[in-house]
């Protein structure tokens, strides 16, 4: 199984930016699509971006749309969350997440599809 370790979380003001960097292990990443959750106190995990497989294809949250940029790199075996003109509204745990079904068409939105996660990490953006 992928095991997935999230940094790059921290405290920043409004407007600010973050770059969230995911490293993977496992010999197949490059098979499979990935994906950015996060979850505030109190509140469901929700999506945030995911990216296919071939990296041809992205998907984000309305919310986040135009402001977070998600990467992956096949090489490297990471995956990346740019996250720009943060707002108090982003301040969550954010999770990196790998869907195991090989060469999988497109990325879903649901977490009920991935079954490998990270720890997570803190965002905390201030006003």
């Known amino acids: 199984q992928v095991q997935l370790v999230e940094s790059g979380g921290g405290l920043v003001q409004v407007g600010d930016s973050l770059r969230l960097s995911c490293a993977a292990s496992?010999?197949?990443?490059?098979?499979?699509?990935f994906a950015w959750f996060r979850q505030a106190p109190g509140t469901e995990r929700e999506f945030v971006a995911a990216?296919?497989?071939?990296?041809?294809?992205?998907y984000y949250a309305d919310s986040v749309k135009g402001r977070f940029t998600i990467s992956k790199d096949n090489a490297r075996k990471m995956v990346y969350l740019q996250m720009n003109n943060l707002n108090t509204e982003d301040t969550a745990v954010y999770y990196c997440?790998?869907?195991?079904?090989?060469?999988?068409?497109?990325?879903?939105?649901?977490?009920?599809?991935?079954?490998?996660w990270g720890q997570g990490t803190q965002v905390t953006v201030s006003p």
């Open positions: 997440a790998c869907d195991e079904t090989p060469l999988r068409i497109g990325a879903s939105e649901n977490p009920r599809d991935y079954n490998a």
């Open positions: 496992g010999r197949t990443f490059r098979s499979y699509p």
């Open positions: 990216i296919s497989w071939s990296t041809t294809n992205t």
